[in-house]
């Protein structure tokens, strides 16, 4: 059951053969990327802009808006993307964002893939995730499914094709202080409830291959599917589950998985 697109094996997207060829293989790579001492500043850097109504789990397009994306992505992109340009190569980043989940009940985020943002048969897109603390099982931790980005799955938009995998069926991403993961969006991955005292926060910046055009896939209430092609700002002011619309939507088409 193996997808069919190129995209992935079209060019190199990162800088280290060994690095790529685990992300082409497993569709993710763990790799060094800061020092635990920069972490530590990170993570109260990041405080200030975690909103107090944000309980139990802080993610883009569901407690945030467009003011707080661009302040995020602008922390972000400040502060690890000259080091993410630094492993990757023909890419470009198209927004910066921060995951916490706070302590105790309501964190769990059961398996998924991430939206689909470009061709995948010519192009890919991904994410450079860096948690802030050491993560685990216990508080949250990542965990991933292996090779899932190249089973044949539909194109992913809103609202979300259901998965039928569990967490327990997945592996858990074990990962150094400073270590980022890589990954790409039809990676399969999910994450535990957080059961210690602490935030668990991650810094992520999303990429695409470098000339990719942009897209956003939906699903209308009619089970209709559309494809829309957009801009690099959609990411800022889109909120799903609307209906794309305004000057970052370019065009939109009737769309059809199976042609």
């Known amino acids: 059951m193996t997808r069919v697109s190129a995209g992935i094996d079209r060019l190199p997207i990162l800088i280290d053969p060994e690095y790529d060829r685990s992300f082409r293989e497993q569709g993710f790579a763990v790799v060094p990327f800061i020092s635990r001492e920069r972490l530590a500043e990170l993570r109260q850097l990041v405080l200030p802009l975690i909103p107090e109504d944000s309980a139990p789990f802080f993610t ?3 407690n945030d808006g467009p003011e707080l994306r661009r302040r995020i992505d602008a922390f972000v992109r400040a502060e690890i993307q000259p080091i993410a340009d630094s492993i990757l190569c023909n890419h470009r980043f198209y927004i910066g964002s921060i995951f916490v ?12 893939q991430d939206w689909t943002f470009v061709d995948e048969s010519q192009y890919l897109s991904g994410a450079i995730w860096l948690p802030l603390q050491l993560t685990n099982a216990e508080n949250g931790g990542l965990f991933l499914q292996p090779g899932s980005h190249r089973f044949d799955l539909p194109y992913r938009g809103s609202p979300p094709d259901p998965i039928e995998v569990k967490i327990d069926e997945l592996i858990s991403c074990n990962m150094e202080m400073g270590a980022a993961l890589v ?8 994450s535990t409830q957080n059961n210690t005292d602490e935030l668990r926060i991650v810094m992520a910046l999303g990429f695409v291959s470098e000339g990719a055009q942009m ?10 599917k559309w494809r829309y092609q957009i801009s690099d700002q959609f990411p800022f002011s889109y909120q799903p589950p609307a209906v794309p619309s305004g000057s970052e939507v370019l065009a939109a088409e009737k769309w059809d998985p199976k042609s």
């Not at 990954?183 to 999910?190: E, F, Q, V, W």
């Open 215 to 224: 897209f956003h896939f939906q699903t209308d209430e009619n089970g209709q």
């Open 101 to 112: 989940k706070y302590p105790g009940e309501g964190g769990y985020i059961a398996a998924h």
């Open 183 to 190: 990954h790409h969006n039809a990676l399969i991955h999910g």
């Open 60 to 62: 883009l397009y569901k």
